[in-house]
């Protein structure tokens, strides 16, 4: 039993670090960005054409974590940002993320070609004992970049001048671009930070499911899933704490049930949140503010 | 037909003119030549190769799902991303039916309906507890968890798939028309259509618009807001699934046909060519499913130029192609016109017209009688969720034809207390009644049909519909079965006749307020008084025995004001109950019979205008001297 | 060149809106250096249009707006905050999820990097309003109505502008509180700040301006200054409820 949990760890850190990607930038913009896993594979599929073309595995995973935050941004000011210009309100983005991933998918289909690629193993083949459990140095790798990363980012939010103008502009756009916020340059910042949370989950996953074009939407999926439980749309740390929950449930499913019981439970377990707590498990009760009638003033 | 409208049968039909551009005063000819070119479309279609064939039905099967998501998304505001899993539903039960149980191929499309219909209107209810963004992402995840048990079930084949029926032969006689499934496919989306635009030009449109863009306008006229969407929900639910029963005869049945990601690109469907209007959902359909067919080159580089034309498409049109070429055609312009002023001689009718007899179901008769009291409030307290008290144990009686004004600084409870008798707001404690009975836990609806309406401090319209059209919402409660028969409208004689009724009596209210210029003019393009005014239209049409107003005269000029004076005063002759919240004391004192004045949430005095103009405590708090 | 040295804004020909018709027409008005301007009108008249149309947050609008020496028409409203001009807006709008010294941090934030200038516009603001210091670390939701204005004004001065815009800072106070923020305001005009008031309650803005410009309308129709008229509160009330 302790070995499920442990995986479940172990695969939840990377559900954790992509939901969490999404929380961030819904969190700071109000968009659902449909094209995060995409973001991931990015990272995947650089990483391992940098390491297959025999440079430095260190060198080939900063490019990796390099091109998520880069497509991540590119996605903002492409997809994103005219959107919002046009109204603050529209659902645009959901098509326009959505053309996005589809882009990025094919052009790294046509790229590297559907089929996968070896990726760098990086700490995947050594084995490390936990009492009872085995897990391997990537997954534990994985487990502890995630909670630091997480930890790291909510230290920045709550204890630095930026972490709190964030949370401003979270709140209230136009009264933080009234006291001297650069929203613009918030929201891409903010989708830079969640480019790299997901590049960072692709290094981490890389070695298991090798390099392919398609991770993308599987792992998007999931990521969106773990937001969603967690309840990251109020609260990021939330999607990373929905990770978690969602990975061990996931694979003690496959363990207590059957193994193909992790095709659904997670599902049916969000339904069932869902229905009890819309806003996720984790999130705050505060609520967060759209002052939507102020930014019309009239006289 | 009532017999007031009858005798002004020149003017009458004058009206129905001017109101035909919007309704469809629809030259038969037009119409019947789009059909005819339509089904020999069909026809050209249904004989075509098997290539042909495959690519159109997928379209047109799209088409009508395309348009059942405008349905709600476009004319409701609600994003729904559950189209996918209704049209799973209406397709795998077609296709189980047909193979486990070998039953005649028409037969699953009642129980897809009905199946289809009811869990809609499930998933509409639980739109009323989740609103927005919240809603979309439950809807998606209901498709989410469809296809994951279509994946995962025996009964469906798993990834697999079922192969659905196939769609029986015409008999020889008609064997040239081609292939039968073709016309059932394309006959669909000429019903999906003509569904959706009679829905448009009926009276029901302006009521859905009117709850996607000012849901507590279209309560305060009478609209059961909740009722309505759940229907149109289960509507939208049911186009789906009988979609989903076309496309069993045309296509495979597997959970990759029906996953997330064909929500989304419904979604995409609607956006591009253009949300709420009839041809949008048709044309961006069309650009989505036939682009592959056309687009032949790398598979790769194909899909890469559809995301990125989706994307330039979204951010260049964000309203759509559709709503592009529309709104360039009705020649929009641009920003920074000086507003025309609305203290022209043409803005208003000069000398007060008096209140047409528009024939209101409960106009309100026998002599305003000073006596009774028609609204009354007893011991009200309220604080706003973890707030302070903003309202202690208020009294207020206010006697049937008297104008009763409440005054008070800001922050003194005044818009609170009349939200509270309007229905929007319920008490921690104390009681409300209206004509005798106790009304608390009365949404505003059902206060609003009992003749009890209001308006809106900030007047809340729909923006891209007419003054007149917005002045029909506040009739709709009053003209029996316009839901009912809104999906056939313009094919009905009563229809026609109801809606040149109802467009009549909105311009005589329109009149009557003063706005007989703007009615056509749509509401973003008018000055802010005449919205106020159009406002108060969309009371007045329906006659009521009581109106709350909330600050009336905001943002009025001197001679509308005076203006607004002259049609309040006649409303009261006519015997109507008026409270007024209002700043303005020397429009407001000279109206009213009473006048009760708030501070801090506490009733200060209530006596005459005089009695309270003079009164030391008020000035005191009033000025804050 | 002498009214451009002293007036630290100076509207000209202003037309500003939200859409297809103007809110406001042809407004012109300035504020000298060291003068406290008040701005009142009934609801709908403008008012609020015309001091987010200085911040930069209308949409649509045109003519000429100079603080001090900047034309800010040509700058977004974020550029604006940083020294130029900052806002108490209507409804405090306080980042209701952040301590009180938070708030005031931020207000500062084109600051950030003159950590000693912080500290000491900090400690003005709590020498101007002692209960907040009191207060600092508590989370701004918990303050009574009262209590947030004076963060609110605190915000705006800690970014050290050439000119301070109030949006109706006593709407929904109790007396006692509007009390507190005139005698405020007060203290700040004796302090040298140059400030535009926008008000619904006449005895607030005659107690602290000394010039008012009264709007209906959409339009400026006069301009007074309370002192020459006599403080006889009945002819403004029937001049601008007129």
Not at chain 1, 113 to 130: D, Y
Not at chain 2, 328 to 352: I, M, V
């Amino acid at each position: 039993m302790f070995q499920f949990i442990l995986s479940g760890l172990a695969i939840g850190a990377i559900y954790g670090l992509i939901g969490m990607a999404l929380s961030i930038t819904f969190y700071v913009t109000r968009v659902i960005n449909f094209a995060q896993g995409q973001a991931m594979m990015a990272a995947i599929m650089v990483t391992a054409a940098i390491a297959s073309a025999g440079y430095p595995l260190l060198l080939a995973i900063v490019a990796g974590l390099a091109s998520a935050c880069a497509i991540a941004v590119v996605c903002y000011i492409v997809a994103v940002r005219p959107i919002l210009a046009f109204d603050r309100f529209s659902f645009g983005w959901l098509v326009s993320t959505v053309g996005f991933a589809v882009v990025v998918e094919n052009a790294a289909a046509y790229i590297w070609g559907p089929t996968s690629r070896a990726f760098p193993q990086i700490l995947n083949e050594t084995g490390i004992h936990i009492f009872s459990a085995v897990l391997t140095g990537q997954q534990l790798l994985g487990i502890g970049a995630a909670v630091s990363f997480a930890a790291a980012f909510e230290l920045l939010r709550k204890r630095t001048l930026l972490g709190k103008l964030a949370m401003a502009v979270a709140a209230d756009p136009e009264m933080a671009s009234a006291i001297g916020a650069n929203t613009t340059a918030f929201a891409a910042a903010a989708f830079a930070i969640s480019g790299l949370f997901a590049g960072l989950a692709g290094v981490l996953i890389g070695p298991s499911t090798f390099a392919n074009p398609y991770l993308g939407d599987t792992y998007g999926t999931y990521g969106f899933i773990a937001m969603m439980i967690g309840g990251g749309t109020e609260k990021p740390l939330a999607g990373m704490l929905g990770g978690f929950l969602l990975g061990v449930l996931s694979e003690g499913a496959n363990a207590l049930i059957d193994s193909r019981a992790s095709d659904w439970f997670p599902f049916l377990v969000l339904v069932v949140i869902l229905i009890l707590t819309p806003k996720g498990l984790f999130s705050s009760g505060k609520w967060r503010f759209r002052l939507r009638s102020a930014t019309l003033g009239r006289a | 037909m009532r017999s007031g409208t009858e005798t002004k049968s020149g003017e009458r039909s004058e009206s129905a003119a001017v109101s035909s551009n919007w309704f469809g005063d629809w030259p038969r000819a037009p119409g019947y030549l789009v059909v005819i070119g339509y089904l020999a479309l069909t026809l050209l279609v249904a004989r075509s190769s098997l290539n042909v064939q495959s690519v159109v039905l997928v379209a047109a099967v799209f088409g009508v799902l395309a348009i059942s998501l405008d349905l709600v998304a476009g004319m409701l505001g609600l994003y729904s991303l559950g189209q996918g899993g209704f049209f799973a539903i209406g397709a795998y039960l077609t296709a189980i039916a047909a193979s486990d149980y070998d039953v005649n191929v028409f037969l699953p499309l009642p129980v897809v309906v009905v199946v289809t219909g009811l869990l809609g209107m499930a998933i509409g209810a639980l739109s009323l507890r989740v609103s927005g963004l919240y809603f979309s992402i439950t809807t998606f995840i209901f498709t989410l968890v469809l296809t994951v048990l279509a994946t995962d079930s025996t009964i469906t084949r798993g990834t697999q798939g079922l192969l659905g029926p196939v769609f029986p032969d015409f008999p020889d006689a008609l064997a040239p028309l081609g292939a039968p499934v073709a016309w059932c496919a394309m006959l669909a989306l000429l019903m999906a259509a003509a569904l959706v635009w009679n829905i448009r030009r009926s009276p029901l449109y302006p009521v859905l618009l009117s709850i996607r863009d000012a849901e507590p306008f279209a309560e305060a006229a009478g609209v059961r807001t909740s009722l309505v969407k759940v229907a149109i929900f289960g509507l939208s639910a049911a186009m789906a699934g009988s979609a989903g029963w076309v496309f069993s005869f045309i296509g495979v049945v597997s959970p990759g046909q029906f996953d997330w990601s064909v929500s989304l690109n419904i979604l995409v469907m609607v956006l591009v060519g253009g949300i709420d209007t009839t041809l949008g959902p048709i044309v961006g359909t069309a650009f989505v499913t036939m682009f592959p067919a056309l687009v032949n080159i790398n598979p790769w580089l194909q899909e890469i130029l559809y995301g990125a034309l989706s994307i330039v498409a979204i951010t260049v049109f964000p309203e759509g192609v559709v709503g592009l070429a529309k709104r360039r055609l009705g020649g929009g312009s641009g920003a920074g016109e000086t507003e025309p002023s609305a203290e022209g001689p043409s803005a208003f009718a000069p000398g007060g017209v008096p209140i047409s007899t528009s024939g209101g179901s409960t106009g309100p008769v026998g002599r305003a009688d000073g006596r009774e009291v028609i609204v009354e409030c007893r011991g009200v307290e309220f604080s706003y969720a973890l707030g302070p008290r903003v309202l202690r144990n208020v009294d207020l009686s206010v006697h049937r034809g008297h104008i009763h004004g409440l005054i008070g600084p800001n922050g003194s409870g005044k818009s609170t207390l009349a939200n509270i008798i309007a229905g929007r707001l319920h008490p921690q404690s104390g009681t409300i009644f209206v004509k005798g009975r106790q009304v608390d836990g009365l949404a505003p609806s059902e206060r609003a049909r009992r003749g009890l309406r209001r308006t809106f401090q900030a007047a809340e319209l729909v923006r891209n519909l007419t003054t007149t059209q917005n002045v029909l919402v506040g009739l709709y409660s009053e003209v029996p079965g316009i839901a009912r028969r809104a999906a056939i409208w313009t094919m009905l004689a009563s229809g026609r006749r109801d809606m040149t009724s109802m467009s009549t009596r909105a311009e005589e209210a329109l009149g009557s307020v003063g706005a007989a210029q703007w009615t056509n003019k749509q509401v973003g393009d008018v000055p802010h008084g005449i919205e106020q005014l159009t406002q108060l239209a969309s009371v007045c049409v329906a006659g009521p025995d009581i109106i709350v107003l909330d600050e009336p005269a905001t943002g009025l000029s001197a001679r509308e004001v005076e203006h607004l004076a002259q049609i309040l005063t006649a409303l009261k002759s006519r015997g109507v109950t008026m409270i007024i919240i209002e700043h303005q004391t020397r429009f407001l004192f000279p109206l009213c019979d009473q006048v009760t004045v708030l501070n801090a949430g506490e009733v200060v005095l209530t006596g005459s205008s005089d009695e309270v103009r003079v009164n030391p405590t008020v000035r005191q708090v009033y000025l804050g001297e | 060149m002498t009214s451009e040295n002293s007036s630290v804004l100076q509207v000209s020909s202003l037309f500003a809106g939200y859409g297809r018709f103007d809110v406001v027409r042809d407004i012109n008005l300035r504020v000298d250096k060291g003068e406290a301007v008040g701005l009142l009108g009934p609801n709908g008249a403008g008012k609020t249009t015309i001091l987010r149309a200085i911040m930069g947050m209308v949409k649509y609008r045109r003519g000429e707006i100079r603080v001090g020496a900047t034309d800010v028409m040509a700058l977004p409203t974020h550029r604006i905050a940083r020294g130029h001009a900052a806002i108490a807006p209507e409804g405090r709008r306080l980042f209701l999820d952040q301590s009180v010294e938070d708030n005031l941090i931020l207000g500062a934030l084109h600051l950030r990097r003159d950590p000693k200038r912080v500290q000491a516009l900090l400690g003005s603001v709590y020498a101007l309003f002692p209960v907040l210091l009191e207060y600092r670390r508590r989370q701004s939701s918990f303050l009574s109505g009262g209590e947030q204005q004076m963060v609110s004004i605190g915000r705006m001065l800690m970014s050290d502008p050439e000119v301070l815009l109030l949006d109706e800072p006593s709407v929904a106070l109790s007396p006692v509180a509007v009390d507190a923020v005139a005698k405020a305001l007060m203290e700040l005009r004796r302090g040298g700040a140059s400030l535009l008031l926008v008000e619904q309650r006449i005895d607030v803005a005659v107690r602290v301006c000394d010039r008012l410009y009264i709007m209906t309308h959409g339009e400026i129709v006069e301009e007074l200054n309370p002192r020459t008229i006599g403080l006889d509160g009945m002819s403004i009330i029937s001049k601008y409820l007129g």
